[in-house]
């Protein structure tokens, strides 16, 4: 009896280690298999975020394609052509536009509500802005400039307008971005308008002192 009882116990310890050897054994591979799931994920995320990129740098190249086009046929060179020439190189310029345009790029930026609310806010103060340019355009820009020198890790030239630096805080970093962008290609515009309406006016004084010339 003593035999047998002996025997029995070292079966069943025997069955109990081979019952812990399979539960560790499934344990490992479980937690090999959840390693190797995560690094696909860590993987995927990275090209995710390359994927984001290159998406955001082709709209962000949409919007200088269209502004370069928009340029050249406002610059002072398509005023110095023959009418002839400048219909010909207009017909260029918007097939080129009307082409850009049919590429649809967009970037979908995940925002919570505050985020939301404060984009919505920076928005307005520009557009106010934007609104009155045609009203006094040297004061559209100083205003546009300190907009600008909230959004600029570098040290601004002029004042920064503090609480649009708030607004801008609040909201999310490609928002912010995007703020930038949208802030560097006004003040583009409206340094190229400054340059044409000081080249007409020059253009006009020319005009007036030939005119006095002649009639002296």
Same mark, same amino acid.
């Given at each position: 009896?003593?035999?047998?009882?002996?025997?029995?116990?070292?079966?069943?310890?025997?069955?109990?280690?081979?019952?812990? &050897?399979?539960?560790?054994? &499934?344990?490992?591979?479980?937690?090999?298999?959840?390693? +190797?799931?995560?690094?696909?994920?860590?993987?995927?995320?990275?090209?995710?975020?390359?994927?984001?990129?290159?998406?955001?740098?082709?709209?962000?190249?949409?919007? %200088?394609?269209?502004?370069?086009?928009?340029?050249?046929? /406002?610059?002072?060179?398509?005023?110095? %052509?023959?009418?002839?020439?400048?219909?010909?190189?207009?017909?260029?310029?918007?097939?080129?536009?009307?082409?850009?345009?049919?590429?649809?790029?967009?970037?979908?930026?995940? +925002?919570?509500?505050?985020?939301?609310?404060?984009?919505?806010?920076?928005?307005?103060? %520009?557009?106010?802005?934007?609104?009155?340019?045609?009203?006094?355009?040297?004061?559209?820009?100083?205003?546009?400039?300190?907009?600008?020198?909230?959004?600029?890790?570098?040290?601004?030239?002029?004042?920064?307008?503090?609480?649009?630096?708030?607004?801008?805080?609040? =909201?999310?970093?490609?928002?912010?971005?995007?703020?930038?962008? &949208?802030?560097?290609?006004?003040? &583009? /515009?409206?340094? /190229?308008?400054?340059?044409?309406?000081?080249?007409?006016?020059?253009?006009?004084?020319?005009?007036?002192?030939? =005119? /006095?010339?002649?009639?002296?």
């Amino acid at each position: 009896i003593s035999a047998k009882a002996s025997e029995g116990a070292q079966q069943q310890q025997q069955q109990s280690g081979g019952q812990l &050897r399979g539960r560790f054994y &499934r344990s490992t591979s479980m937690a090999d298999r959840s390693s +190797r799931l995560l690094e696909n994920l860590d993987q995927l995320e990275l090209r995710v975020e390359a994927f984001r990129d290159a998406a955001s740098a082709m709209e962000q190249e949409k919007e %200088i394609l269209l502004e370069m086009i928009h340029n050249i046929q /406002n610059s002072q060179d398509m005023r110095h %052509i023959s009418e002839g020439e400048r219909e010909e190189l207009n017909l260029t310029a918007n097939r080129l536009m009307g082409r850009t345009l049919t590429v649809e790029v967009s970037v979908e930026t995940i +925002r919570n509500a505050q985020q939301q609310e404060s984009l919505l806010h920076a928005t307005k103060m %520009i557009d106010e802005i934007v609104n009155k340019l045609l009203d006094d355009l040297e004061d559209a820009k100083i205003r546009l400039m300190s907009l600008y020198g909230a959004c600029t890790s570098d040290v601004p030239a002029g004042p920064i307008d503090q609480k649009f630096q708030s607004v801008v805080i609040g =909201c999310a970093i490609e928002d912010q971005k995007k703020i930038k962008r &949208r802030l560097e290609t006004l003040l &583009r /515009n409206l340094e /190229n308008s400054e340059k044409s309406i000081t080249l007409l006016e020059h253009q006009k004084s020319s005009v007036r002192q030939s =005119c /006095n010339s002649k009639q002296d």
